[in-house]
């Protein structure tokens, strides 16, 4: 007997620009809002989220997420579920500060060359970010959510508002080959996971700009 397998898109929005992000600092569990006049910035997304139907709609619970969506697509704001495990890496004492202001700190340059090994001081081991990533992803299985037909191809369509690191870790455990800093997704930008659920397992393709 063949084994059952399900698709869905994953339509992964990255939250738009902060002041933390303009400074190119670090913003993990930090709550930054975004810039003023960010109706400006978010109009493309805001133009591209109308032309398609969503079976659920998520958002990462800090500020900059829900700010993203509430002024992109208040229709969709209304409905979604915001979800802790959406959030960006927590870099704990490292949180606002720059690559300038960390590289002299030896902890800082070994976490950079082998972050499985090193976890920030105060902040997130990696498995652990792994782990509520993959939850979510479990989750959307729930539900029949693989069989409602509501996306491109009859292949049903989930959207999260979410942060770059998110976006490319779901790349990096789904999508074989892939390396985590291969993915890069702008402020405001929007990319697609086409996920396949078989045999609990957890495979996907990386659609790039959707």
């Given at each position: 007997m063949?084994?059952?397998?399900?698709?869905?898109?994953?339509?992964?929005?990255?939250?738009?620009?902060?002041?933390?992000?303009?400074?190119?600092?670090?913003?993990?569990?930090?709550?930054?809002?975004?810039?003023?006049?960010?109706?400006?910035?978010?109009?493309?997304?805001?133009?591209g989220?109308?032309?398609?139907?969503f079976?659920?709609?998520?958002?990462?619970?800090?500020?900059?997420?829900?700010?993203?969506?509430?002024?992109?697509?208040?229709?969709?704001?209304?409905?979604?579920v915001?979800?802790?495990?959406?959030r960006?890496?927590?870099?704990?004492?490292?949180?606002g500060?720059?690559?300038?202001?960390?590289?002299?700190?030896?902890?800082?340059?070994?976490?950079?060359?082998?972050?499985?090994?090193?976890?920030?001081?105060?902040?997130?081991?990696?498995?652990?970010?792994?782990?509520?990533?993959?939850?979510?992803?479990?989750?959307?299985?729930?539900?029949?959510?693989?069989?409602?037909?509501?996306?491109?191809?009859?292949?049903?369509?989930?959207?999260?508002?979410t942060?770059?690191?998110?976006?490319?870790?779901?790349?990096?455990?789904?999508?074989p080959?892939?390396?985590?800093?291969?993915?890069?997704?702008?402020?405001?930008?929007?990319?697609?996971?086409?996920?396949?659920?078989?045999?609990?397992?957890?495979?996907?393709?990386?659609?790039?700009?959707?």
């Amino acid at each position: 007997m063949s084994s059952t397998s399900h698709e869905l898109d994953l339509i992964l929005v990255r939250h738009g620009t902060t002041s933390w992000n303009r400074d190119k600092r670090y913003v993990g569990h930090a709550n930054p809002g975004l810039l003023p006049g960010a109706e400006d910035e978010l109009r493309p997304l805001s133009h591209g989220l109308r032309k398609r139907r969503f079976a659920r709609v998520y958002s990462s619970d800090l500020r900059r997420c829900t700010e993203t969506l509430r002024l992109a697509a208040p229709e969709l704001a209304a409905a979604a579920v915001m979800d802790a495990r959406l959030r960006e890496l927590d870099f704990g004492a490292w949180d606002g500060e720059t690559y300038e202001s960390l590289k002299h700190l030896q902890m800082y340059r070994s976490w950079i060359d082998d972050p499985r090994c090193v976890t920030p001081p105060g902040g997130e081991r990696l498995e652990h970010f792994e782990g509520r990533l993959v939850g979510f992803l479990n989750s959307l299985q729930e539900g029949g959510l693989a069989q409602e037909g509501s996306g491109v191809e009859d292949i049903p369509a989930v959207l999260a508002v979410t942060h770059g690191g998110v976006i490319r870790q779901l790349a990096v455990l789904t999508v074989p080959g892939v390396g985590f800093w291969s993915i890069h997704v702008p402020p405001a930008g929007v990319a697609g996971l086409r996920l396949c659920y078989q045999e609990g397992r957890i495979t996907g393709s990386w659609l790039g700009d959707v």
